[in-house]
């Protein structure tokens, strides 16, 4: 079974940058893909990045590529979201979540996913 928690998010100032982190306290992360996933107050909730359990492969919508960076620290077994060049249209809730394999970008295919948390950015 996994259990996940996100770290504290924050508010910043557009060009800002922010990391978050997300902590499995169960069932490690080699027996499963990685995602971060975010939702706007009256949007939908849409896939931000994906990493594998080895972190080889990673994948990131085209609002946030070249700007986020997914990895993961097995040995902490946590996964992490470097956010850089922040932009107040990156304002959601921002949540972890696992996948029986790779490359998905549909939330429907995550089984487990974390409480969620606030990112703020400010123009």
């Known amino acids: 079974q996994v259990q996940l928690a996100e770290s504290e998010g924050g508010l910043v100032q557009a060009g800002d940058s922010l990391s978050v982190s997300c902590t499995n306290s169960g069932r490690p992360f080699s027996y499963y893909a990685m995602g971060w996933f975010r939702q706007a107050p009256g949007k939908e909730r849409e896939f931000v990045a994906a990493?594998?359990?080895?972190?080889?492969?990673?994948d990131y919508a085209d609002s946030v590529k070249g700007r986020f960076t997914i990895f993961t620290n097995n040995a902490k077994n946590t996964l992490y979201l470097e956010m850089n060049s922040l932009k107040p249209e990156d304002t959601a809730v921002y949540y972890c979540?696992?996948?029986?394999?790779?490359?998905?970008?549909?939330?429907?295919?995550?089984?487990?996913w974390g409480q969620g948390t606030q990112v703020t950015v400010s123009s």
């Open positions: 990493i594998s359990w080895d972190g080889g492969r990673t």
């Open positions: 979540a696992a996948a029986a394999s790779y490359g998905s970008r549909r939330s429907d295919q995550y089984l487990f």
